[in-house]
């Protein structure tokens, strides 16, 4: 019996690793990267017109805003170029110095005929018409300390209700 039982321990001792090699080499190699790829692609096919539509709809929020600004930026630059035309228009009128009383209109109202001549009304509109363009040219013109509303501005006003420009 003791013989069995001493075979015994020799065939399992012989065949254990045999056996722990036999499942080494049995072993089941899962191929996750395979399954991930083959998971991710539907998904990103869902993923993708959602991202896509979430940019949209962010954009949309924002595009009141940066139409703000772009408005705001044209107003400027017509409001400056109108100045700027403007004093290159009128006789007496030198860039950098400051504008006496009667030059200051006629620059006024030189600049704001150019700027309602080029620019594309909606940006007229948006700077409050010409008057609200003759309002802001006053305001970015260097004038000497006699000027005021009712001796610069008003005058230009008159003008450009007289051109047409204003209604009365």
Not at 9 to 16: E, G, P, Y
Not at 31 to 44: C, E, N, R
Not at 125 to 131: I, L, N, P, R
Not at 147 to 163: C, E, F, G, W, Y
């Amino acid at each position: 019996m003791n013989r069995i039982v001493l075979a015994a321990l020799a065939l399992v001792c012989a065949c254990v690793p045999a056996l722990a090699a036999e499942v080494v080499k049995t072993s089941v190699d899962l191929p996750w990267g395979d399954w991930i790829t083959a998971v991710l692609q539907p998904v990103s096919a869902v993923l993708v017109p959602l991202a896509a539509a979430a940019v949209t709809a962010g954009v949309a929020k924002v595009s009141p805003w940066a139409a703000l600004f772009l408005s705001r930026q044209r107003v400027q630059s017509a409001i400056q170029a109108g100045a700027d035309y403007g004093v290159n228009a009128v006789a007496g009128a030198v860039k950098g110095k400051t504008l006496t009383v009667p030059v200051g209109s006629a620059v006024i109202a030189e600049g704001v005929q150019h700027v309602v001549n080029t620019t594309p009304a909606r940006v007229v509109d948006k700077a409050g018409g010409a008057e609200g363009i003759a309002k802001m040219i006053f305001r970015a013109l260097p004038l000497d300390e006699h000027a005021s509303v009712k001796t610069v501005l008003q005058p230009a006003i008159n003008d450009l209700t007289q051109r047409g420009l204003i209604a009365k």
